[in-house]
């Protein structure tokens, strides 16, 4: 089977989630897409299963640093850092984010590709070969305040999806709360085998091995528990 060309990585954090499918590339809608025979013994159709041992082959890692500060408290906005690291040798790669909920988005570095650049809400790939890795920095509108007295920061779908099957794949990320007016109170899906959670002062990340879909809300909440206004 012909070796897939097009790859589209929805990268952004809440509203349109990271994640990572197989698809044609809007530049090229009527390109099609196959992948590889024996990429996978199995295939999973969906159901979220985390993997207590990783696989013995390299696969993609999702990797997200996002930083929350006083100002993200009144308006939603993070900072954000984000690297892919073994990505399918392919031809062209597209990292889109939700043009509504990215600002400032400007590559950091990439290796084992071609050609990197930014277009307008996307990052543009071309020419992935062997142990190709981008990473990219950007703000993101990620935080919702739950009026409540906490703060919620979702993301997901994270996937790795061929045709219809949903394949490995690694996801972590960091959570730095450079503010003293939040604390960490939980995470959804909790600490698990294949689901890592660590928290430390100011600091709450996660590292997942999984197939499937994987949506993820970590919630803060204020010092005394109340509403701030």
């Known amino acids: 089977m012909k070796r897939a060309r097009y790859y589209v990585l ?6 349109a989630p990271p994640g990572f499918t197989a698809g044609p590339s ?16 199995a295939v999973n159709e969906g159901e979220l299963r985390f993997l207590e041992t990783p696989p013995k082959k390299a696969v993609h890692h999702h990797y997200n640093a996002v930083t ?32 509504d909920r990215i ?3 400007r590559l950091e570095s990439y290796q084992g590709i071609g050609r990197a650049w930014v277009e307008g809400a996307s990052v543009q790939l071309r020419n992935v070969g062997p142990g190709a890795k981008v ?17 919620s920061l979702a993301s997901g779908p994270f996937m790795r999806k061929f045709l219809d099957g949903y394949y490995p794949m690694r996801v972590s990320m960091t959570v730095k709360v450079l503010t003293t007016q939040i604390r960490f109170l939980q995470i959804n899906p909790p600490s698990q085998k294949g689901f890592r959670v ?12 999984f197939e499937g879909r994987l949506s993820t809300e970590i919630r803060f909440v204020t010092q005394d528990g109340l509403p701030r206004w």
């Open 26 to 41: 809007p530049n090229n809608p009527s390109e099609p897409v196959a992948v590889e025979a024996g990429s996978a013994t």
């Open 68 to 99: 929350i500060t006083d100002r993200s408290l009144d308006d939603g906005w993070t900072g954000l850092r984000q690297c892919h690291e073994n990505l399918d040798q392919v031809s062209a790669v597209e990292i889109v984010f939700n043009p």
């Open 135 to 151: 990473c990219l920095q950007a703000e993101g509108r990620a935080l919702r305040d739950n009026g409540d007295g906490t703060f």
């Open 103 to 105: 600002r400032n988005l």
């Open 10 to 15: 929805v990268a952004a954090l809440a509203g």
């Open 198 to 209: 660590i928290e430390k002062p100011g600091e709450v990340s996660f590292d997942a091995w």
